[in-house]
């Protein structure tokens, strides 16, 4: 398997880059005044550190980089404190785009080499699970899946679009999927933990994955997992009371995620949870149908599937779970999802088996699977090619219309 593994099939890989990086790059957002206001605040810090040298954002010269300065005074996402001016985005989430700035050339700020970032990172995650997939399945199969999830789910008008967290969240969780179907302990840890650094609420998933391995006393696994959890949570909460003054997850963001963790009602809570999986405007099985067949096939073959592929689905949903309490369901978006990516990726190939199990178990089963395939590719098409959204000052949403 590990021959199979690190030496995939390159048309394989060429042939999904060819079909993913176009659609990606003819469909994202270059210009920034289309930027999600949370986008934004992520290409700022990237832009700053290259171009500046600093990742304070005070004193910006509005003659020298007026696009900065005004990008600057219309996100609610930038504070003012004790050690200067800064983005409330966490360090791992704009330190990947510092490598685009500092090779483009730019001055003043641009929205490009963010964007660019963000298609690159998602094609990138999108060949990990293509060769993760082989490891599982036949490599046709294999390639559909991975095109699959690059086009089916919110990757392609959210990961893909613009520099959201969850291209490189994507990716990192990607990679640590890979590695525990290789058996790579240290690998899958390093990856959770820089999954942790650019979102740190991912750190649920290595947390469930470690507490399942050390239920069947798998304690090497654990440890590492535990390790890497750990390491994410004590970075970040370093990096936070170096930057905004006190240790703290939450760095610069209110009290609210955290007010809600401990404080939200069972009523407020299970609509919320329930608005991740049915809610019409955000729910995976609204936006992605496909996955309502894929669970129905992933009953009769969910106990020959291998542990990495089991613990992958209930991390995922763990981390759904969590989530739900610690925010709502929309993200900002007036439409579909994009809190459920990260681990979307790591259900991914449960989704892949299931979704092969329904095509063949009945013929009502196998045009229903079809069908969904096809209305999941035209709403993430239909998001991806006609919503349109503005940044407002001083709002935390972008207004966006479909048309």
Same mark, same amino acid.
């Given at each position: 398997m590990f021959e199979r593994l690190v030496t995939p099939a390159w048309r394989s890989v060429?042939?999904?880059?060819? +079909? +993913?990086?176009?659609?990606?790059?003819?469909?994202?957002?270059?210009? &920034?005044?289309?930027?999600?206001?949370?986008?934004?605040? =992520?290409?700022?810090?990237?832009?700053?550190?290259? +171009?500046?040298?600093? #990742?304070?954002?005070? *004193?910006?010269?509005?003659?020298?980089?007026?696009?900065?300065?005004?990008?600057? =005074?219309?996100? &609610?996402?930038?504070? @003012?404190?004790?050690?200067?001016?800064? @983005?409330?985005?966490?360090?791992?989430?704009?330190?990947?785009?510092v490598p685009a700035y500092l090779l483009s050339g730019v001055d003043d700020y641009r929205a490009w080499p963010a964007t660019v970032t963000a298609?690159?990172?998602?094609?990138?995650?999108?060949?990990?699970?293509?060769? #993760?997939?082989?490891?599982? +399945?036949?490599?046709?199969?294999?390639?559909?899946?991975?095109? %699959?999830?690059?086009?089916?789910?919110? #990757?392609?008008?959210?990961?893909? *679009?613009?520099?959201?967290?969850? %291209?490189?969240?994507?990716?990192?969780?990607?990679?640590?999927?890979?590695?525990?179907?290789?058996?790579?302990?240290?690998?899958s840890a390093v990856a959770f933990a820089g999954a942790g650094l650019v979102r740190p609420v991912t750190v649920v998933m290595p947390g469930a994955i470690a507490l399942l391995h050390a239920l069947r006393r798998r304690w090497a696994w654990a440890a590492a997992l535990g390790v890497a959890t750990l390491t994410a949570i004590v970075a970040t909460v370093a990096y936070n009371a170096a930057t905004f003054g006190a240790p703290s997850l939450s760095g610069g963001y209110s009290s609210g995620f955290r007010e809600n963790l401990v404080g939200q009602g069972v009523t407020d809570y299970v609509a919320n949870l329930w608005g991740f999986f049915f809610s019409v405007r955000h729910g995976l099985a609204w936006w992605t149908p496909v996955l309502v067949p894929a669970a129905i096939g992933l009953r009769h073959v969910w106990g020959v599937q291998p542990d990495w592929v089991r613990h992958g689905l209930l991390a995922g949903l763990a981390y759904i779970a969590v989530h739900a309490r610690l925010n709502r369901v929309s993200g900002g978006l007036p439409f579909d999802y994009r809190y459920p990516l990260e681990p979307l990726v790591l259900a991914w190939p449960a989704v892949v088996q299931g979704t092969r199990c329904a095509l063949r178990r009945s013929r009502p089963l196998h045009l229903a699977t079809v069908a969904a395939i096809g209305v999941s590719l035209a709403l993430q098409g239909l998001m991806a090619t006609t919503a349109d959204c503005a940044t407002q000052a001083g709002s935390s949403e972008a207004v966006c219309s479909l048309w």
């Open positions: 060429l042939l999904l880059l060819a +079909v +993913v990086v176009p659609v990606y790059a003819a469909t994202a957002e270059y210009d &920034p005044t289309d930027l999600n206001v949370d986008v934004e605040a =992520a290409a700022l810090p990237a832009w700053n550190l290259a +171009v500046r040298g600093t #990742t304070d954002l005070a *004193s910006i010269d509005a003659d020298r980089h007026p696009a900065a300065a005004r990008a600057l =005074a219309r996100n &609610p996402w930038i504070g @003012s404190g004790e050690e200067g001016t800064f @983005s409330n985005r966490p360090v791992g989430l704009w330190a990947v785009a298609i690159s990172l998602t094609s990138l995650a999108m060949v990990v699970v293509l060769l #993760t997939l082989r490891a599982l +399945v036949p490599s046709r199969a294999a390639w559909l899946g991975a095109a %699959g999830l690059a086009l089916l789910t919110a #990757t392609w008008p959210i990961s893909s *679009s613009q520099l959201w967290p969850h %291209g490189p969240g994507q990716l990192f969780a990607a990679v640590a999927l890979l590695a525990a179907a290789q058996h790579r302990r240290a690998l």
